[in-house]
């Protein structure tokens, strides 16, 4: 079993940055792919981005392309998401998630979200 639990969010101003981590338990956290997602109130949720298992590879939404980055460091356990320009658009519930099997489109584990509100 893989537990993951996201810090970072908070309430910021339009144009303002956050930096999102989520943090692994278990040993193998570099067999994993990770990714993150977003829901918004009022919305299905939504995928914003993805790094490969070596971190190697990474994947963006279009909406978040150049504002946000996403990576990791496999001795602290850990995915982050540096995210810049925010937007009220971006208001939403953040959530990490893990891929056993390395697919981008398979999750196995999920966070239980951090807020992040965008206020214009």
């Known amino acids: 079993q893989v537990q993951l639990v996201e810090s970072g969010g908070g309430l910021v101003q339009a144009g303002d940055s956050l930096r999102l981590s989520c943090t692994a338990s278990?040993?193998?956290?570099?067999?994993?792919?990770m990714g993150w997602y977003r829901q918004a109130p009022g919305k299905e949720r939504e995928f914003v981005s993805a790094?490969?298992?070596?971190?190697?590879?990474?994947y963006y939404e279009e909406f978040v392309k150049g504002r946000f980055t996403v990576s990791r460091e496999k001795d602290k356990n850990t995915v982050y998401l540096q995210m810049n320009n925010l937007r009220p658009g971006d208001t939403a519930v953040y959530y990490c998630?893990?891929?056993?099997?390395?697919?981008?489109?398979?999750?196995?584990?999920w966070g239980q979200g951090t807020q992040v509100t965008v206020s214009s």
């Open positions: 278990g040993r193998i956290f570099s067999t994993y792919a």
């Open positions: 790094i490969s298992r070596s971190g190697g590879s990474t």
């Open positions: 998630s893990a891929s056993t099997s390395g697919s981008w489109v398979d999750w196995d584990y």
